[in-house]
């Protein structure tokens, strides 16, 4: 045999500076952390809880509970959507879940479900008859999930965006398309919205995917972009994108918990109990696509607990502060545009087409700028299509300095009072 390598990640790693300095990177969304996220992460490892039901563990139960519903209220959601409100026990709810693919698919299978019922479908005969609908520029996943859950490709509508509506989703188109649908016989079942777009008149289930912009509504000055939320099913935020919550963290609320758990419930002899039984709690299995479970509500709370209101605002002010400061220096360079109207840490940019240049051309351009410029190890950028347009996303993903230093400015402002 031969000698064995032993530094094997110095010779499978790529010599790329940009991987290994955080400030340098730029591409693809937000994957902040911080300290108070890793610390609730170890002890859920080590505690190894497995909270398939209330009576399983009761604790991981209440604190994902109470940690969704903090979340809820610094989102200023209705009440609909929260596990406990004033009164007691709502009929909505939430849950923490892996992704953002998983919050789709599980919605999508009690839309499918309600939507069979609601035909009276034998089984699942009606199935090639439900379409569900989505902008074109709606993130990847959820076609992934529409297949996944058993949604005819065919049936599955991408609403064309244009930079009228900022590339968001039409209302009058979908209403448009979802009409001729209807009229064509097809049972119209499920529309997947964007912050921006909550406001959509749609009557089928309707899911708002906040998973990156969603953390930005817990600050004042950006709350309108969820305005209309009363009026949808389902919301689902990523607070591992944005919110200083390491990985696997996707809160997903519902405004009728029942909808869900009925397509997902399970409920075998051996975790059948008094406590289920009762209907006075909640068990997380049954709004999931596994059993088992991760204690993901402890980080979460410990996140919230040790940063408060005021210090999470400023995380996400922060970022929004550097990607308009970046935005600025590209619209003062004659060369360049700015391809979408900048809402929150993302800035999509391109050198623009000019004098005998092409747009094909200036496609070619901004991709050979992009590789260039990932070469150095100095910056990393990723890139989209938007309207045809090749376009370089410069997005504030790792303001590491910056989180940290939230930890040592004194006394915190708790999330809830009496905290």
């Known amino acids: ?72 209220q610094l989102l200023r959601l209705p009440t609909t959507f929260m596990n406990r409100t004033n009164t007691g026990r709502g009929t909505g709810g939430g849950v923490i879940l892996g992704t953002t693919s998983e919050a789709m698919l599980v919605t999508l299978v009690a839309a499918r479900d309600a939507a069979l ?29 529409c297949r996944l859950a058993g949604f005819d490709p065919a049936n599955i509508r991408s609403i064309p965006t244009g930079s009228e509506t900022s ?35 749609a009557v089928d289930p309707v899911h708002v995917d906040a998973a990156y912009a969603g953390s930005a509504c817990i600050c004042p ?32 609320y519902v405004r009728d918990a029942h909808r869900l758990s009925d397509s997902l419930e399970t409920n075998p002899e051996y975790l059948k109990n008094d406590a289920t039984d009762s209907g006075e709690v909640t068990d997380l299995k049954d709004m999931q696509v596994g059993v088992g479970r991760r204690f993901r509500g402890l980080k979460l709370w410990m996140v919230m607990r040790t940063y408060g209101t005021a210090k999470l605002q400023e995380h996400i002010r922060s970022d929004v502060a550097i990607a308009k400061m970046f935005e600025d220096f590209v619209r003062a360079d004659d060369r360049f545009e700015v391809v979408v109207p900048r809402n929150f840490a993302l800035v999509c940019f391109r050198i623009k087409a000019s004098g005998a240049m092409t747009e094909k051309d200036a496609d070619e351009v901004n991709r050979v700028l992009m590789e260039n410029l990932n070469k150095t190890g100095k910056a990393y950028l990723a890139h989209t299509v938007v309207g045809d347009k090749f376009v370089l996303r410069f997005a504030v ?12 400015k004194g006394a915190f402002t708790p999330v809830h009072k009496g905290l």
């Open 1 to 72: 045999m031969g000698s064995l390598d032993t530094n094997p990640m110095s010779s499978a790693l790529p010599n790329d500076k940009a991987a290994f300095e955080p400030l340098n990177f730029f591409a693809f969304f937000p994957s902040t952390n911080s300290a108070a996220a890793i610390a609730g992460d170890l002890i859920a490892s080590a505690m190894n809880t497995v909270g398939f039901t209330w009576q399983a563990s009761p604790a991981a139960t209440e604190m994902e509970v109470l940690a969704l519903d903090w979340l809820a």
């Open 117 to 145: 019922r609601r035909t009276g479908s034998v089984g699942v005969s009606d199935i090639p008859r439900l379409t569900v609908y989505a902008a074109d520029q709606t993130h990847s996943t959820f076609f992934k999930a």
């Open 167 to 201: 590339y968001g989703l039409d209302p009058a188109k979908l209403l448009e398309v979802m009409q001729a649908d209807a009229d064509a016989g097809l049972v119209t079942t499920y529309v997947c919205a964007t912050v921006g777009t909550t406001s959509s008149n």
């Open 221 to 252: 000055e950006f709350r309108h972009h969820l305005d209309g939320v009363e009026r949808v099913d389902s919301i689902s935020m990523s607070p591992h994108k944005w919110l200083l919550t390491c990985l696997d963290c996707t809160c997903l």
């Open 397 to 408: 993903v790792a303001a590491r300095g910056e989180t940290c230093a939230l930890v040592g």
